[in-house]
C-alpha cells in the first residue's frame, strides 16, 4: 500500500516509522519507464522506497518550460504503486519553499557551469539545493539517480562527499526505446517528424563508441560521433554539445574509461544523452 504525502509533517511522521534502510528516488513527476527501472533497483536494494515528486520551480530559467511541464500525478501515483513504493511525497512548491524566493542556494561549483550549465544558467544551483533538502526531509540512506542526467549524478555525488552528507548516491543506467531514444519525460513533447530526428543523438553515441578500439583517439571518437548525429539528423536537429570527458567529468582521457555527451535541440524541446565508453584497447 502506497501511502501519499503532501506535507513536511506527515512525511516526517511516516519517516520516522520506517525501520531498516530507505531508498529515495527523486521525482519531477511524468513518471516512465526509466523511472519505473529507478523504482525496481531501489525496491531490490532498500527495505524501504520512498518517491518524491516535485516540479522545481529553481531549476527553470526565465524562458524555460515550468508551466508547460507536464504534471500527472494521478498516472504517477498508479506507476509508483505498481512499483512497490511505500511512501510518495508530493509538495506543493509552497510547502517546499514557504519563505517565496529561496535565498540561499548551493553553488555547484566549476562543474556547474560547464555542458548544461553553460546552456542552462543556474540550473545546478536549482538542482542541488532541492536535492539537498529532499534528503535532509526524506532522511534516506540510498538515493537513485538515472545516468540519463549524467552531470546531475555527477554533481549530486560531489555534493555528498564534500558536504558529507550520509547518504549512498546510487546510479542506473539509462533505460531506452527500442530504437535508441534515450526515455525522457520531455520525449511527450516531440511531433512524429521530430521523434525521428532525436534518434539523432543516439546515433552520434553509437558512432563515437564504434570508433574507440585499438587505435582509436578523442579525437577520432568525435569526429565520428559529429558525423554520426550529422547523418541521423539530415538538419533537423539542432547540436548544443557534443564532448568527451572522463568519468568524472574531467577533461577527456587518452585511454581507458570516458564519458562521451550529447546535447540537442529539436524543434523547441531540448534534449541530452550519454554514453559510457572505453578508449584504446582493454
Known amino acids: 500500500m502506497t501511502e501519499v504525502l503532501h506535507?513536511?509533517?506527515?512525511?516526517?511522521?511516516?519517516?520516522?516509522?520506517?525501520?531498516?534502510?530507505?531508498?529515495?528516488?527523486?521525482?519531477?513527476?511524468?513518471l516512465?519507464?526509466?523511472?519505473?527501472?529507478?523504482?525496481?533497483?531501489?525496491?531490490?536494494q532498500s527495505d524501504h522506497v520512498l518517491v518524491t515528486i516535485f516540479v522545481n520551480p529553481l531549476q527553470f530559467g526565465p524562458h524555460e518550460d515550468f508551466d508547460r511541464y507536464p504534471r500527472?500525478?494521478?498516472?504517477?501515483?498508479?506507476?509508483?504503486?505498481?512499483?512497490g513504493a511505500d511512501l510518495v511525497f508530493a509538495p506543493t512548491v509552497n510547502e517546499m519553499y514557504p519563505d517565496g524566493e529561496q535565498a540561499v542556494r548551493l553553488?555547484?561549483?566549476?562543474?556547474?557551469?560547464?555542458?548544461?550549465?553553460?546552456?542552462r544558467p543556474g540550473f545546478f544551483?536549482?538542482?542541488?539545493?532541492?536535492?539537498?533538502k529532499l534528503l535532509n526531509l526524506t532522511r534516506a540512506d540510498l538515493a537513485f539517480f538515472g545516468e540519463?542526467?549524467?552531470?546531475?549524478?555527477?554533481?549530486?555525488?560531489?555534493?555528498?562527499?564534500?558536504?558529507?552528507?550520509?547518504?549512498?548516491?546510487?546510479?542506473?543506467?539509462?533505460?531506452?526505446?527500442?530504437?535508441?531514444?534515450?526515455?525522457s519525460s520531455r520525449n511527450r513533447y516531440l511531433s512524429p517528424a521530430e521523434r525521428k530526428a532525436a534518434l539523432a543523438l543516439s546515433?552520434?553515441?553509437?558512432?563515437?563508441?564504434?570508433?574507440?578500439?585499438?587505435?582509436?583517439t578523442p579525437e577520432g571518437v568525435l569526429v565520428a560521433a559529429n558525423l554520426g548525429f550529422d547523418?541521423?539528423?539530415?538538419?533537423?536537429?539542432?547540436?548544443?554539445?557534443?564532448?568527451?570527458?572522463?568519468?568524472d567529468l574531467e577533461p577527456g582521457p587518452e585511454r581507458g574509461p570516458a564519458r562521451l555527451l550529447v546535447a540537442a535541440r529539436v524543434g523547441t524541446t531540448r534534449l541530452i544523452d550519454n554514453m559510457e565508453i572505453w578508449l584504446g584497447p582493454r
Request: aromatic share 2%; charged share 25%; with cysteine.
Open 32 to 44: 516512465h519507464e526509466g523511472h519505473e527501472a529507478l523504482l525496481r533497483v531501489a525496491r531490490d
Open 231 to 247: 547523418v541521423a539528423s539530415k538538419g533537423a536537429a539542432e547540436l548544443d554539445y557534443l564532448v568527451l570527458a572522463d568519468p
Open 125 to 132: 544551483h536549482g538542482v542541488l539545493t532541492v536535492v539537498l
Open 148 to 183: 540519463k542526467d549524467y552531470q546531475q549524478l555527477t554533481l549530486v555525488r560531489r555534493m555528498v562527499r564534500d558536504l558529507a552528507v550520509p547518504v549512498r548516491i546510487v546510479g542506473v543506467p539509462t533505460v531506452r526505446e527500442p530504437d535508441g531514444l534515450a526515455l
Open 7 to 30: 506535507t513536511r509533517d506527515d512525511l516526517a511522521k511516516a519517516r520516522a516509522a520506517l525501520t531498516g534502510t530507505v531508498g529515495v528516488v527523486m521525482t519531477m513527476g511524468a
Open 203 to 216: 546515433a552520434a553515441l553509437r558512432a563515437g563508441a564504434a570508433a574507440t578500439g585499438d587505435g582509436g
Open 107 to 119: 553553488d555547484p561549483g566549476p562543474l556547474g557551469a560547464e555542458f548544461e550549465g553553460a546552456s
Open 72 to 83: 500527472t500525478l494521478d498516472a504517477d501515483l498508479e506507476i509508483c504503486r505498481r512499483a
